[in-house]
């Protein structure tokens, strides 16, 4: 099945956002010698998209444009062991197993990122996603009050009239498994500011239940609307409703008759699912049995970007990705 033209419409705006930036990110990569990722890299470099800088020895055909680092000689290698040690001496980390762990492309790389030697990473082509967010989260760290690290991805439907020009968020879809109210209020609130960075349109946000402003009452239900309390409370300003159920967010005569006066029943862009479960099967019938085309998992919340990949990623994945990464700088 061929991609939806809101894919098409995703990447050439995302391509034409960066371009905009005013400076050239500089965007690592711990897998420094995976095909794929040499690949992307050059593909960046040759467009004058972004820096890649490459973990590794640099080869004697290294792409033009394409900066390689060198975890076993960096001189930055003592200033990052001494980083990590000061990060994470409070979990009986020893000054030795820092200077170690600093080392390793996945730690070496998000250090490069906590340092200010990059402005962001991407990784995960060559390693779980369990070790890859564990090294952002370590490394990096969140953003100032926030506590919950979270993904989101950026479903392109066949349908351009739903989501902005058929793209919608759905978070969270890989990280967080059971939130609860708070954790569902920062998962919303940082999916908005994604939405933001990433595609310039304001979001309007719906949490997402099997009830409707009350139709059914369960603890579940009680959670949602404890967790759009507490947004509100925090950004007033925000476009967010819920609990809702799927109709109701995006379809608008459905949102009229089950949510009237809401601003964002009928015409949600960015869904929040009660938990992982239901998040993460939803994105895949989606993709399935929808032909949507799914971007992601991006995360979300950390004090300086850093993206996960799929190890089944292609040089197209990492391409994509590394852009919705220099837009979070």
């Given at each position: 099945m061929s991609?939806?033209?809101?894919?098409?419409?995703?990447?050439?705006?995302?391509?034409?956002?960066?371009?905009?930036?005013?400076?050239?990110?500089?965007?690592?990569?711990?897998?420094?010698s995976d095909p794929r990722v040499v690949e992307a890299a050059a593909r960046?470099?040759?467009?004058?998209?972004?820096?890649?800088?490459?973990?590794?020895?640099?080869?004697?055909?290294?792409?033009?444009?394409?900066?390689?680092?060198?975890?076993?000689?960096?001189?930055?290698?003592?200033?990052?062991?001494?980083m990590y040690y000061e990060r994470r001496r409070a979990k009986s980390v020893t000054e030795v197993e820092a200077a170690q762990i600093a080392k390793r492309p996945l730690y070496?790389?998000?250090?490069?990122?906590?340092?200010?030697?990059?402005?962001?990473?991407?990784?995960g082509a060559a390693n779980t996603t369990g070790e890859t967010v564990r090294a952002a989260f370590h490394c990096i760290g969140t953003r100032p009050g926030v506590k919950t690290v979270s993904s989101v991805m950026l479903m392109c439907v066949r349908d351009s009239a739903l989501g902005h020009n058929g793209v919608l968020a759905f978070a969270d879809c890989a990280i967080i498994i059971d939130p609860n109210s708070v954790e569902l209020a920062e998962i919303a609130i940082a999916s908005a500011r994604t939405f933001q960075e990433l595609l310039g349109a304001e979001p309007h946000i719906a949490l997402l239940s099997f009830s409707t402003k009350g139709s059914a009452t369960h603890p579940f239900v009680e959670k949602i609307a404890e967790a759009v309390r507490i947004v509100r409370e925090?950004?007033?300003?925000?476009?967010?409703?819920?609990?809702?159920?799927?109709?109701?967010?995006?379809?608008?005569?459905?949102?009229?008759?089950?949510?009237?006066?809401?601003t964002v029943a009928g015409f949600a862009n960015t869904l929040i699912f009660p938990d992982v479960a239901s998040g993460n099967i939803g994105y895949k019938l989606v993709e399935r049995l929808g032909g949507a085309a799914a971007y992601g998992p991006f995360l979300q919340g950390l004090l300086k970007p850093?993206?996960?990949?799929?190890?089944?990623?292609?040089?197209?994945?990492?391409?994509?990705?590394?852009?919705v990464t220099a837009l979070q700088c």
């Open positions: 991609l939806p033209p809101s894919a098409a419409w995703l990447l050439n705006d995302l391509v034409k956002r960066v371009r905009a930036l005013p400076t050239k990110r500089r965007i690592v990569f711990p897998e420094g960046l470099a040759s467009e004058g998209l972004v820096t890649p800088i490459l973990v590794g020895k640099k080869p004697a055909n290294a792409p033009e444009g394409v900066l390689y680092a060198d975890n076993e000689t960096c001189p930055r290698l003592k200033e990052y062991a001494a070496y790389a998000t250090l490069m990122v906590a340092a200010g030697q990059a402005d962001g990473f991407v990784g925090r950004m007033p300003e925000m476009h967010i409703d819920g609990e809702m159920q799927a109709d109701a967010a995006l379809v608008a005569a459905v949102g009229q008759s089950k949510a009237p006066g809401s850093a993206n996960d990949l799929s190890r089944g990623c292609s040089a197209g994945d990492i391409y994509s990705a590394a852009l």
